[in-house]
């Protein structure tokens, strides 16, 4: 199992940027994909993206791409989520997420340990 604890959220305007990062501990960070959902008040969490246990492949949910961008510095333990061009839409209370997989998953069900959870409020 990993440990993983988000951060990075705040409020911010449409248009604006922010970067998420998560920061693992407890086990072998460079044997995780690492996954980023999203939940909004009253739906069900969503795929966002997720980056590969090299990080030479990512895969975004269509609603994040050319807009968000996940990298990860597996000597700092961290994954990042770039996001760009904000909107109201990507409010929620952002997850990274941890799987035992050689590839990208997307499916909630594939990854075995969460974060906490940091809150994205993107609003005028």
């Known amino acids: 199992q990993v440990h993983l604890v988000e951060s990075g959220g705040g409020l911010v305007q449409p248009g604006a940027s922010l970067r998420l990062s998560c920061a693992a501990s407890g086990s072998t960070f460079s044997t995780y994909a690492l996954g980023w959902f999203r939940q909004a008040p009253g739906k069900a969490r969503e795929f966002v993206g997720t980056?590969?246990?090299?990080?030479?492949?990512?895969s975004y949910a269509r609603s994040a791409q050319g807009r968000f961008d996940i990298s990860r510095d597996n000597a700092k333990n961290t994954v990042y989520l770039q996001m760009d061009n904000l909107k109201s839409e990507d409010t929620g209370v952002y997850y990274c997420?941890?799987?035992?997989?050689?590839?990208?998953?997307?499916?909630?069900?594939?990854?075995?340990?969460w974060g906490q959870g940091t809150q994205v409020t993107v609003s005028s």
């Open positions: 980056i590969s246990r090299s990080g030479f492949t990512t």
């Open positions: 997420a941890a799987a035992n997989s050689s590839g990208t998953p997307i499916d909630v069900v594939e990854f075995s340990s």
